[in-house]
C-alpha cells in the first residue's frame, strides 16, 4: 500500500485481540494515534486504509466519489475470494453483487423497489406486532427463569424477536425459520465456515426460489409478494437473481445487527442504572435513548470503499481503487463530534448524527425497523422483568471476535 503523506503508526489488524478484548479502548487508542491508519482485517490479509475519525468516516460514507463496488476494487479481488470459498461459478453472483456491494443504476433501482416496503407509514403498522411477538417471548422468558434459573437473553430474546419480525415482513414461513440462523452465520462469516459455504448458499438459493413459487402461485401482503408482482409486470426491472439475493440478503442483515444490538444495550443499562432510572421514570425517554444506544454499537465498521480517483482524506493521498474502510465504533465516539463520547446518556441530544445506520447511498434500509424494535423490546424487557440483573460477573461475558460488529455469544440473566 502506497500513499503520498508519511504515516509512522504500525498496521492494525482489526481481529487482533487487542481490540477484539476491549474495542472501545482499542479504538480510542487508534483514533487518537492518527486519522488514518494502515491495516488489514486479520494478519497476512490483504491492506487497507482505516478511517478513524467522525468527519472523515463521514465523508468516506457519503462522499460519490467512494464506492462499495467499482471496477477498481472490488471487482479484481472476487474471483479470488469466491475461489478459496469454492463458490459454484454458477452461485458466485449471488454473493458477488448484494445490495449493499453495488452502486449507481442498479443500487438505485433495487432500493427504490425494497424501500416501498420500509416506508415509516408501514414500519408503524408493525408496532402492534412487534408488541405481540415480543410480549409471548417474555411469558416465556418468565416460564423459564421463574425458580430462579439463569436465561440467556440472547437465545430468548436478542435473537428470536428480530428474526421473527424480519421474516414476517418479508414473507418467510414459520415453519421454515430455523434455517435462516444457521445460513446467516454461515454466510455472514464465511471465512469461519469456508468448507459449509457452498452447500450453504445452495440451501439458501433453492429455498428463496421455492418461497418466491409459492407467492407466485399464493401472493401475500409481503415483500417477496411485492418483488413477484414487479416481475411478473417487467421484468426488465428485476431479475430473478436480483430477487433471490435481496431476499437472503435482507433478512439476514435484518436480523443479525438488531440481535446484537439489543444485547450490547441491556449489558449498557445494567450497567449504568442511572440511566436505567431515568428511562424508568420517563419511558418517553425510550427513543432518544435507542438512538444513543445504536451510538455506541454494535458496528464497528463499515464494508470498505473505493475511490474512484486520487482523494486526500484525513491529511494523507489515498490512490484510486484503494481500499478504505470506515471505522463507525471510532468515529462515533470521537470527543471532536461528541462530549462525553465514552459515556452513555439516554438525555443525549436526540440527533441522528451517529453513524451506526450508515450515510449516504447506502444507509441502512431497514433502520426505522430496527429502531422501533429496539424500543419495543428493550422498554417491555425492562418493565416486565424490574428487577433483572446479570447472572454472572461482567468479565464472565466478553465480547466475541465476529468482523465488523461488537456482540457477545449469551448473557445469563436472573430475571427476579
Known amino acids: 500500500m502506497t500513499a503520498t503523506s508519511e504515516n509512522q503508526a504500525e498496521p492494525v489488524a482489526l481481529l487482533c485481540p487487542e481490540l477484539t478484548s476491549d474495542p472501545f479502548a482499542g479504538y480510542a487508542r487508534m483514533r487518537e494515534q492518527a486519522p488514518m491508519l494502515t491495516g488489514t482485517i486479520v494478519d497476512g490479509g490483504p491492506p487497507l486504509w482505516l478511517v478513524t475519525r467522525y468527519d472523515d468516516v463521514r465523508t468516506v460514507l457519503t462522499d460519490p466519489r467512494f464506492l462499495n463496488n467499482p471496477a477498481a476494487g472490488p471487482a479484481r479481488n472476487s474471483s479470488s475470494i469466491m475461489k478459496m470459498l469454492n463458490i459454484p461459478s454458477d452461485l458466485v453472483e449471488y454473493l458477488a453483487e448484494k445490495l449493499m456491494q453495488i452502486d449507481g443504476a442498479d443500487h438505485r433501482r433495487q432500493r427504490t423497489m425494497v424501500a416501498k416496503v420500509f416506508t415509516a407509514r408501514r414500519v408503524a403498522r408493525l408496532r402492534p406486532q412487534i408488541e405481540r411477538i415480543t410480549g409471548a417471548l417474555l411469558d416465556e422468558m418468565a416460564e423459564a427463569g421463574r425458580d430462579g434459573a439463569p436465561v440467556d437473553l440472547m437465545k430468548a430474546f436478542c435473537y428470536p424477536v428480530p428474526i421473527t419480525v424480519i421474516c414476517e415482513l418479508v414473507g418467510i414461513d414459520e415453519a421454515d425459520r430455523g434455517k435462516w440462523g444457521e445460513w446467516g452465520r454461515v454466510l455472514s462469516t464465511p471465512q469461519e465456515y469456508r468448507e459449509q459455504v457452498p452447500t450453504v448458499l445452495r440451501e439458501c438459493v433453492d429455498h428463496v426460489l421455492e418461497v418466491i413459487a409459492r407467492r407466485r402461485a399464493e401472493p401475500r401482503d409481503d415483500l417477496i409478494s411485492a418483488l413477484v408482482q414487479v416481475q411478473d409486470e417487467d421484468g426488465d426491472r428485476l431479475s430473478e437473481r436480483e430477487m433471490v439475493t435481496l431476499v ?70 489515498i490512490p484510486a481503487g484503494s481500499p478504505v474502510m470506515p471505522l463507525i465504533i471510532a468515529a462515533n465516539t470521537d470527543p471532536r463530534a461528541y462530549d462525553n463520547p465514552d459515556k452513555l446518556d439516554v438525555c443525549r441530544a436526540a440527533q441522528q448524527n451517529h453513524l451506526g445506520f450508515g450515510q449516504g447511498a447506502h444507509y441502512c434500509l431497514g433502520a426505522p425497523l430496527a429502531i422501533q424494535e429496539a424500543e419495543v423490546a428493550l422498554e417491555m424487557l425492562f418493565t416486565r422483568f424490574p428487577d433483572l440483573s446479570l447472572a454472572v460477573d461482567r468479565e464472565q461475558i466478553p465480547w466475541v471476535p465476529r468482523p465488523g460488529v461488537t456482540q457477545v455469544a449469551e448473557i445469563p440473566l436472573r430475571l427476579a
Open 248 to 317: 437472503f440478503t435482507l433478512v439476514i442483515t435484518g436480523y443479525e445487527t438488531t440481535t446484537y444490538m439489543l444485547g450490547n444495550s441491556v449489558l449498557a443499562l445494567l450497567e449504568n442504572p442511572d440511566q436505567l432510572a431515568l428511562l424508568r421514570a420517563d419511558p418517553a425517554r425510550w427513543p432518544q435513548a435507542v438512538t444513543e444506544l445504536m451510538r455506541l454499537g454494535p458496528a464497528q465498521w463499515g464494508l470498505p470503499r473505493y475511490p474512484t480517483e486520487e482523494v486526500v482524506v484525513g491529511g494523507v493521498t
